[in-house]
């Protein structure tokens, strides 16, 4: 059997459970909102996945160290990239959390994440009419 | 579950939140207070938060690559503040000195009702992202449905 899941489920896949990890992210930077010293964390994956779905197609060049991950499971090997945000004002504590700008990301975090559980819902469901025969 | 662990680390904000609420309602209450079980006036006291990794057991360390950047929040110290006490004459106070000087707390009531809102918001905004995690783990089981 071919791929059940096509690349854009596994890609949709991919992308909730790295949002999850955002959530991580963003509720550890509220919970330390006025930890002393504490540095606000960011996390990027969308430049990374958008590569993998580009080089998911493309055949394997083998386990070489160094080179880039070609082939299926391009998509699943994305890892997001935490880093202290730069662009952010440090308090007088040393503190450089936003908490406006924590609670719009946590937002729009969670509406993305609600978004990409839809539409493995809907491709799930397209699979099932599939399944059972055009619904009868 | 990884989402779990966004709820334990938005509990340790809601609690050390808490845990400041309370040292700023005891800073509020004892304003006047002249007498404490040290000795001398009530002294105001603050609370120092610390970030630490969020580990659960040593178990799940060992299995896993620490997460450096998730972390939760914890109250490590309780300050006692070191303002020089406010010096009132009221002779009459069974506290006087020789002088006829009472020592008072010194306790700014603005400061702490301006800590107290900050305290509020924050733990709200811990609600708010513990509200959001359970929405999203929520939304999780409804895949395939």
Partial sequence: MADLLDKTTRALGATSNLRQTRHNVISSNIANAETPGYQAKKLDFENALGRALNIEDMAPAGNEPGHFMTGPGAISKVRADIYENPDVSVNNDGNTVDLEKEMSALAENSIMYKAAVQLINKKLAALRYAATDGGR | ?145
């Fill in chain 2, 1 to 145: 579950m990884d989402i779990l662990t966004g709820m334990r680390v938005s509990s340790s904000g809601m609690a050390a939140q808490r845990m400041r609420m309370n040292t700023i309602s005891s800073n509020i209450a004892n304003i006047n207070t002249t007498r404490s079980p040290e000795g001398g006036p009530y002294r105001r006291k603050d609370v120092v938060l610390e970030s630490m990794p969020e580990a659960r057991s040593f178990g799940e360390i060992l299995t896993s690559a620490p997460q450096k950047d998730v972390q939760r929040v914890q109250v490590t110290d309780v300050l006692v503040d070191r303002r020089a006490p406010l010096m009132k004459y009221e002779p009459d106070h069974v506290d006087a000195d020789e002088k006829g000087y009472v020592a008072y707390p010194n306790i700014n009531l603005m400061e702490e009702m301006a800590k107290m809102i900050q305290a509020t918001r924050s733990y709200e905004a811990n609600v708010a992202a513990m509200n959001a995690t359970k929405d999203m783990a929520m939304t999780s089981l409804e895949i395939g449905r």
